[in-house]
């Protein structure tokens, strides 16, 4: 599943989550069933392929923690 694919309150959501744990019991709460490599994927800051950058399209984008945007690593857009 990609971030895009969910609601936009599901995305709300994933982006207060702040490890690994939030985000599973997130995705379980939702009925979202992510594997155990996107869960760490996303925990770690890559986010496993699962946002891309709606400008480039670029899946090298971490989250902000402060902010709550995402930043592209790859053209510099924040979203």
Partial sequence: MKFEELTLK???KVRTCRNADDLRRL???EGV???DEQI???SGGS???L???PVCGGS???L???TGLWACDGCGTRF
């Fill in 10 to 12: 599901q995305q709300e």
């Fill in 27 to 29: 995705a379980e709460e």
């Fill in 33 to 35: 069933e992510l594997s």
């Fill in 40 to 42: 760490e994927a996303i």
């Fill in 47 to 49: 986010w496993g392929g």
């Fill in 51 to 53: 946002v891309s950058c």
């Fill in 60 to 62: 090298n984008v971490n």
């Fill in 64 to 66: 902000d923690s402060f």
